[in-house]
């Protein structure tokens, strides 16, 4: 059974840091592209990063592009989002998801950025 | 960047009747070396995450009731269910994964008439 599980989330005040990360089993984690896609309270999805295989290249949108890190681990089979710098606007669910398409995605875990 | 601009915002459909989703990307997001639109959908019910239904813009994920189904090709797709069930009720949402950022489009939610 494939499970992806976040962890992390939490209350953070603006300013302030947080490491996401999500554990992944049931297929084969080192063979896919990982991404995290985060959803703001009663908003839409937003694709956040993403991360090849082996690491070596990643991608960020612009509004958290030089704030967020994506990292992984493949023996682990691990991903990991080390978030800096939080403002209010990056509150909301963060979930790990597998491949391009998305066709496997985590629970998510609540970012909450407040004061 | 590529915007995703879904239409409508929202819809209500009668049961055994036809919802029809419509997804237009600002770019082209067929990929020319395997002739694939790369274009997913997604279903969003409330308290879940989201779950794949169709992906390269007309397959049918795994498990997938053969009601839904992906078209369209270039800058505009479709999702089209059919005879729709009570458990379709949902937000759905395209997504681009031709180039990042992964754009997605604002959603379309799905009511029961």
């Known amino acids: 059974e494939v499970r992806l599980v976040e962890s992390g989330g939490g209350l953070v005040q603006p300013g302030g840091s947080l490491r996401l990360s999500c554990a992944a089993s049931g297929f084969t984690f080192s063979g896919c592209w990982m991404n995290w896609v985060r959803q703001a309270p009663g908003k839409g999805l937003e694709w956040v990063a993403y991360?090849?295989?082996?690491?070596?290249?990643?991608a960020y949108v612009d509004s958290v592009k030089g704030r967020f890190t994506i990292s992984r681990d493949n023996v682990k089979n691990s991903l990991y989002l080390e978030m800096n710098s939080l403002t209010a606007e990056d509150t909301g669910v963060y979930y790990c998801?597998?491949?391009?398409?998305?066709?496997?995605w985590g629970q998510g875990t609540l970012v909450t950025v407040s004061s | 960047d590529i915007v995703m601009t879904q239409s409508p915002d929202s819809l209500a459909v009668s049961l055994g009747e036809r919802a029809t989703i419509n997804c237009k990307s600002s770019q082209d997001v067929l990929y020319r070396p395997n002739n694939r639109n790369l274009l997913g959908w997604y279903q969003q019910k409330p308290g879940q995450p989201p779950k794949l239904v169709v992906y390269w813009a007309s397959i049918r994920q795994s498990g997938v009731p053969d009601r839904f189904s992906g078209s369209g090709s270039g800058t505009d797709f479709t999702l089209t269910i059919n005879s729709l069930q009570p458990e379709d009720v949902a937000v759905y949402y395209c997504?681009?994964?031709?180039?990042?950022?992964?754009?997605f489009g604002q959603g379309t939610k799905l009511e029961i008439k």
């Open positions: 998801a597998a491949n391009a398409p998305l066709n496997y």
């Open positions: 991360i090849q295989q082996d690491g070596g290249e990643k």
């Open positions: 997504q681009q994964f031709y180039t990042t950022p992964f754009t």
